[in-house]
């Protein structure tokens, strides 16, 4: 970076512009980088300045129980969240986190942490195909306080639990609610793809924990800010002690760069002229996804029933007031029965993406981030569509 230019995200895959057909494409981690260009082309609105004295201390607000969330980025939360009716805020505490995977890591600490210093480790489910950095979250420390056990389908332990629930869910794009349903335990909503690009917004989420993230919301995933809205008071209370302890808050330049964005997300929803912005961003990203499962799709029936992809209904949008079909960041990919390996055979074709067993699923399945670069997709395109003929030649 001596030119002090920074990478375009999704260029870590190693293939620039026009992907050489020698390079692997890497399709594995959903970095978002399709939307960097509508932000590039966004204008000065969204831009900040941060000053070498300003946002010096540890502390954003003494008086609020988040003493580390800044006030401007409660306040445009809650507004984006008014503005797209996807989450209820009011009366709700708003904690930040170094994206929804440190909230994630609260959140279980707060649920488990009990005053008992004996007790069992609390049970971690959630109905497979799971997202793969549950399982990596729950178990990297060895916790004595939670354990992860797998899909919340087959779980049958007594005693209290914590059941994630993804939705739209991360592989599948499947709608869900949860599984187990026992009054002794705790659910935990990861709403990181809730929003109106990907999926119709049906109701405005009213539950008691509910993850968010920058991440996928925009696609400022290196800003690393997520969000929790909850209503309980205690749990809140211990997911903060848990960002005291763990990193002494969140970074203050990324919590003002995210409010200062989502804020004028919404100053353009309120003010929408088109010699300001010609078209806003949840507009733009849903175009943009629509286009993409077409070209997938069409892609996938040409394959002449190689790969499968799931069925998705369609929703009334309350947000754009016209029926939609959820549109997910991944494609869940499903190879014949008789291949086996739907990672290997993509892999086989230079593109790398997580097999089915990282989901808690068989390995005929795959995952493929939807998110790339232009070049980068329609790359996975070609590949995808030479699979065929690959396989064909070889009888
Ligand atoms: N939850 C789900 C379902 C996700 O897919 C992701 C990102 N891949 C996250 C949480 C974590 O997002 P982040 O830490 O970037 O906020």
């Not at 990181?192 to 917004?201: C, K, L, N």
Request: hydrophobic share 35%.
């Amino acid at each position: 970076l001596s030119n002090g230019t920074l990478p375009a995200a999704g260029s870590s895959s190693g293939s620039g512009p026009g992907v050489s057909l020698d390079s692997s494409i890497n399709l594995d981690q959903g970095d978002p980088a399709l939307f960097e260009e509508y932000w590039r082309k966004a204008g000065e609105r969204f831009n900040v300045a941060i000053g070498g004295g300003e946002l010096m201390s540890y502390f954003s607000n003494l008086n609020s129980m988040c003493w580390f969330l800044l006030p401007e980025l409660d306040v445009s939360v809650r507004r984006l969240h008014r503005l797209i009716g996807n989450a209820a805020t009011e009366g709700r505490h708003v904690v930040v986190g170094t994206g929804s995977t440190q909230l994630l890591q609260a959140v279980l600490y707060a649920l488990s942490s009990g005053d008992s210093p004996d007790q069992e480790p609390l049970s971690v489910v959630c109905a497979a195909p799971y997202y793969s950095c549950y399982p990596e979250v729950t178990g990297i420390l060895r916790s004595g306080l939670y354990k992860w056990e797998g899909d919340a389908r087959s779980f049958d332990k007594d005693g209290p639990y914590i059941e994630l629930v993804t939705s739209p869910n991360n592989p599948d794009g499947s709608i869900r609610g949860p599984v187990v349903n026992r009054g002794d335990g705790k659910v935990v909503y990861d709403l990181a793809y809730y929003w109106p690009q990907y999926t119709a917004i049906t109701h405005q989420a009213d539950h008691d924990i509910m993850l968010f993230t920058f991440s996928k919301s925009t696609g400022h995933a290196g800003s690393r800010i997520g969000w929790a809205i909850l209503k309980d008071r205690e749990v809140a209370r211990k997911m903060i002690k848990f960002m005291e302890v763990t990193s002494i808050g969140v970074s203050k330049e990324a919590q003002f760069r995210a409010s200062k964005i989502l804020g004028a997300i919404c100053d353009g929803y309120e003010s929408l002229s088109p010699e300001v912005l010609p078209e806003s961003f949840f507009e733009y990203s849903k175009r943009l996804m629509i286009k993409r499962w077409g070209k997938l799709e069409e892609a996938v029936k040409l394959g002449g029933g190689i790969f499968s992809l799931p069925k998705f209904s369609r929703e009334y949008c309350l947000f754009s007031t016209e029926f939609t079909e959820t549109r997910p960041a991944f494609a869940w990919l499903k190879c014949k029965e008789e291949l086996k390996d739907a990672e290997g055979l993509l892999r086989a074709h230079k593109v790398l993406a997580r097999g089915g067993s990282k989901f808690g699923v068989d390995p005929t399945f795959v995952r493929v981030s939807m998110l790339s670069r232009e070049d980068v997709f329609d790359a996975f395109l070609e590949r995808l569509s030479a699979i065929k003929g690959g396989i064909m030649s070889n009888g």
